[in-house]
């Protein structure tokens, strides 16, 4: 299963993605069989809704259900400058391909906006 979403992940990169990571219970271990692999896909620019980018990342010959996020730099610099829960699942996740730079970044605005938190 990792490898088929590895090949998913790296058929995105070419296509401009700057990272792929893999989040929820197949990242942490815990998945069952009902589960489906949640991805977040991390893209320089894409003017479009977070919810209209999904369409073109759905891969129907994967061996699971895929449910792609796809959010651009800035977005989840935002997210994370407040603290998000996602950003926190993100990069705790399972980076399938791409710039790990990008995760760093985040984990280190995530960690100063929580310490910050009362």
């Given at each position: 299963?990792?490898?088929?979403?590895?090949?998913?992940?790296?058929n995105?990169?070419r296509?401009?993605?700057?990272?792929v990571?893999l989040?929820?219970?197949?990242?942490?271990?815990?998945?069952?069989?009902?589960?489906?692999?949640?991805?977040?896909?991390i893209?320089?620019?894409d003017?479009?809704?977070p919810?209209?980018r999904?369409?073109?990342?759905i891969d129907?010959?994967?061996?699971?259900?895929?449910?792609?996020?796809?959010y651009?730099?800035?977005?989840?610099?935002?997210?994370?400058k407040?603290?998000?829960?996602?950003?926190?699942e993100?990069?705790?996740?399972?980076?399938?391909?791409?710039?790990?730079?990008?995760l760093?970044?985040?984990?280190?605005?995530?960690?100063?906006?929580?310490?910050?938190?009362?």
């Amino acid at each position: 299963m990792l490898r088929r979403l590895t090949e998913y992940a790296s058929n995105v990169e070419r296509r401009g993605a700057k990272a792929v990571v893999l989040i929820g219970s197949l990242a942490r271990g815990d998945y069952t069989a009902f589960s489906d692999a949640d991805v977040v896909i991390i893209v320089e620019h894409d003017h479009r809704r977070p919810i209209d980018r999904i369409a073109e990342y759905i891969d129907p010959t994967l061996p699971v259900d895929l449910e792609p996020r796809v959010y651009t730099v800035d977005e989840l610099r935002a997210m994370a400058k407040r603290g998000a829960r996602i950003v926190n699942e993100i990069i705790g996740g399972v980076l399938l391909v791409g710039d790990g730079q990008v995760l760093e970044e985040l984990k280190g605005l995530y960690a100063a906006a929580t310490r910050e938190r009362p």
